[in-house]
């Protein structure tokens, strides 16, 4: 794991931003945070699990349409997500760490 000067990370840190980008078109925002240091790398990929609440879902949404996105400044990119609806939990692998709005 390396920063965006290719140092060694000491710490990965979690925020929930006041403000998401637009949706997507054929989707919704269940939760949107802000991973630092933005422009970390991870190498191999290392495994994020983000746990949801089914009850907060918006109608119609169904728990297996569920993905980890990554906003790339200009649209939401999909990463491939694993839905586990026993522990509520969706499962990706993330190679880098992005700047976000």
Same mark, same amino acid.
């Given at each position: ?47 994020? &699990? ?5 009850? &907060? ?22 990463? &491939?997500?694993? !839905? ?6 969706? &499962? ?8 976000? !709005?």
């Amino acid at each position: 794991m390396l920063d965006a000067e290719g140092q060694p990370l000491t710490e990965i840190l979690a925020s929930i931003p006041n403000s998401a980008p637009p949706p997507p078109p054929d989707g919704s925002i269940v939760a949107f945070y802000d991973f630092s240091p933005s422009g970390a790398t991870f190498t191999p990929p290392m495994t994020l &699990t983000l746990k949801y609440d089914p009850s &907060t879902l918006l109608p119609g949404v169904s728990q297996d349409t569920l993905d980890i996105a990554y906003w790339d400044g200009s649209q939401w990119q999909k990463l &491939t997500s694993t !839905v586990d609806p026993v522990t509520d939990t969706v &499962t990706a692998l993330v190679s880098h760490f992005t700047d976000s !709005v």
